[in-house]
C-alpha cells in the first residue's frame, strides 16, 4: 500500500524517523536533500535550529530571515537565511497556513514565570536543544532564536502575541530542502501549560530523501 505522506517526496527516502513526544533529534542533511517533518497526530509544535555542517558559528539567524522577506510568518517559499546571510534552508512546500518565528523556546525559566514555581521541573525545549547539542560540542552560548514549525503565535494590531491552539491537523507537513549541508536539531517540545501541543505533546515524523 502506497504511504501517501512519502509518495510525492524528490528521489529515495535516506533517513525515516519517528520522534518520541518531549524528545529531541539531530540529524545532518546535505545539499540538495529534502527535509519532510510530519505532524503525525496534529496540533504538535515542532521547534528548529540549524547551524552549517562545516562551521557552526554559523546558524539560523530569526532577523536575516524576517528581514529579507519582510515577514515574521513562514510560508512557502521563504528562505531561511545564516547569520552571515546565506540560504541555509527552502520551505519547498507546506499545508499549513504559516510558521513561526517569534514564539521562542519555552525553558524552565519563562515556564515558571508564565505558569507558576510548580512547572520548574518539567521538561523544555531549551533543555532538549541541549541535549541534543551537547553531542557536538555546542552549549547554551550556541542556542539562538529558533522556528516553531505548525505553531500558531497570532500577533494583534496592538502588538500583542499569544500562543494559542495549532491550525496544523494530523498528517500535515512541511518540506524543507537544504541548500548546504546542515545539521538540524530538534525539540519535539514537551509543553503542557499552553495550547500549543493541545496540552498533550505527540510523535512526529521526519524524513529525509534526495
Given at each position: ?20 513526544a518531549r ?71 507546506t499545508n ?115
Amino acid at each position: 500500500m502506497t504511504d501517501m505522506t512519502t509518495s510525492d517526496l524528490p528521489g529515495t527516502i535516506r533517513h525515516d524517523e519517528t520522534v518520541p513526544a518531549r524528545a529531541p533529534w539531530m540529524h545532518r542533511v546535505q545539499g540538495g536533500e529534502t527535509l519532510r517533518i510530519i505532524d503525525l497526530e496534529g496540533n504538535q509544535a515542532v521547534d528548529f535550529l540549524m547551524y552549517a555542517a562545516d562551521d557552526d558559528a554559523e546558524r539560523y539567524s530569526a532577523q536575516d530571515t524576517i528581514a529579507a522577506q519582510r515577514n515574521i510568518f513562514l510560508r512557502e517559499g521563504a528562505v531561511l537565511l545564516s547569520n552571515e546571510g546565506r540560504p541555509m534552508m527552502t520551505i519547498t512546500g507546506t499545508n499549513v497556513a504559516y510558521h513561526d518565528t517569534i514564539g521562542g523556546a519555552c525553558s524552565c525559566e519563562s515556564n515558571t514565570l508564565r505558569y507558576g514555581h510548580h512547572t520548574k521541573a518539567q521538561h523544555s525545549c531549551v533543555d532538549n536543544f541541549l541535549d541534543a547539542n551537547v553531542r557536538a560540542g555546542r552549549g547554551k552560548r550556541d542556542m539562538v532564536s529558533n522556528i516553531n514549525f505548525f505553531m500558531n503565535v497570532p500577533v494583534e494590531a496592538d502588538g500583542t502575541l499569544g500562543i494559542v491552539d495549532g491550525i496544523s491537523a494530523p498528517g500535515l507537513t512541511v518540506d524543507l530542502r537544504a541548500e548546504m549541508d546542515v545539521i538540524v536539531v530538534v525539540s519535539n517540545c514537551p509543553q503542557i501549560n499552553n495550547p500549543c501541543n493541545g496540552f498533550n505533546p505527540t510523535p512526529v515524523r521526519m524524513l529525509v530523501a534526495a
